[in-house]
């Protein structure tokens, strides 16, 4: 659905209709789930707070100006409620980031090596990236594991696109520092 035709459903939204409610949440629906996913790794945590967006966004719906991309808006009221989350729950987070139903959620295949593998992995990952400058992580997480695009970035950040793509190459190259660093930090010793 085009941006001009969501303005429409927001203002018969507004007026009281709910066809245009869930006219509104199917737009944005998937993506939001997405993003909800990447932050939390947790399905159901994910579906608790993609409820409370579309909480916030109804409460919000008079915020919202008409003739700007209302799924920038949304996203973005859905950006900053799984900000204030992750901060709010980082500690928790940090003990479970690799919950069974988050990796239940990667392909793979069924046998254990692989999924041992895949879990040491993903654990190396999620430890480099906490070494990055928040705003780089942000970026890292919202492209790679959100599927947003270099230009939904551009718009979140207020960033120029070339800034976007450059400090994305930047957080990839020191997420890639940091793992080899990490890697070889682990390597046992070659005997002398």
């Not at 035709?5 to 066809?19: H, N």
């Not at 040491?120 to 480099?128: C, D, N, P, V």
Request: aromatic share 10%; glycine share 2%; net charge negative.
């Amino acid at each position: 659905m085009e941006e001009v035709s969501l303005d429409r459903v927001v203002e018969r939204c507004k007026a009281g209709d709910p066809l245009a409610w869930e006219e509104l949440v199917r737009a944005t629906a998937d993506h939001i789930y997405r993003m909800a996913v990447s932050f939390t790794r947790n399905r159901a945590e994910a579906e608790d707070l993609t409820q409370e967006v579309y909480i916030r966004i109804w409460q919000n719906l008079h915020q919202y100006v008409p003739g700007s991309s209302f799924r920038a808006w949304a996203y973005r009221v859905a950006h900053n409620l799984f900000v204030d989350h992750y901060r709010r729950t980082r500690k928790a987070r940090e003990a479970t980031w690799l919950d069974e139903e988050f990796l239940a959620t990667l392909p793979s295949g069924d046998d254990p090596f692989t999924r041992a593998v895949r879990k040491q992995r993903l654990e190396m990952a999620h430890q480099a990236l906490q070494r990055l400058p928040e705003e780089l992580a942000q970026l890292l997480l919202l492209r790679d594991f959100a599927d947003w695009s270099y230009e939904e970035l551009a718009a979140e950040f207020d960033l120029p696109l070339g800034t976007v793509k450059s400090r994305l190459n930047r957080a990839r190259r020191e997420l890639a520092m940091a793992i080899r660093q990490m890697v070889g930090a682990a390597a046992p010793e070659a005997p002398a």
